[in-house]
């Protein structure tokens, strides 16, 4: 007898599908925006040695690489609604992807904007402005990582393991 389906992955799947198939879109027109704009991606001056020039220089590798985790998502995502294990298996891979990018992007910004030095604390207002800024990253950050936690635990419980099989 097949256990019956549970709402969460069903609803997950649904929104998996919806939200990795606009990337997917975004993900086209990007490529086409590198392809077809002439001086898209040549550097303007080669003699910056800056880590994220580099980031810049390489910008038809990173938004293939975009694409290819965007295609693989949907992929995965359709592959999770029709209820394939390897289709969970991989998203649960994507989730642990996703974790660590959402902690190092933030580390990186904010490398790069404060230059390693932190943030300066004064009653100046464009200080606290920054202050606040960077609480509020770091709420995103944290909402954001607590949600991926939630939804493994939620695919390697027991009861949604059962359905796969």
Request: glycine share 4%; charged share 15%; proline share 4%.
């Amino acid at each position: 007898m097949q256990p019956k389906k549970s709402s969460f992955v069903t609803t997950l799947s649904i929104l998996l599908i919806i939200f990795s198939g606009f990337g997917l879109l975004i993900a086209i027109i990007q490529n086409l925006m590198i392809y077809l704009i002439s001086g898209f991606s040549e550097p303007e001056n080669l003699l910056i040695n800056d880590p994220f020039e580099t980031i810049r220089l390489n910008v038809e590798l990173i938004i293939g690489l975009f694409s290819l985790a965007t295609l693989f998502t949907f992929i995965s995502s359709i592959g999770l609604f029709r209820r394939k294990n390897w289709a969970r298996i991989s998203l649960l891979g994507l989730l642990v992807f996703w974790i660590l990018w959402i902690l190092i992007t933030p580390t990186l910004q904010w490398f790069y904007f404060f230059d390693g030095e932190g943030l300066p604390l004064s009653a100046e207002p464009e200080n606290i402005l920054s202050l606040v800024l960077t609480l509020v990253l770091a709420a995103i950050v944290l909402a954001l990582v607590l949600v991926c936690i939630w939804i493994f635990r939620k695919l390697s419980s027991e009861k949604i393991k059962a359905e796969f099989k």
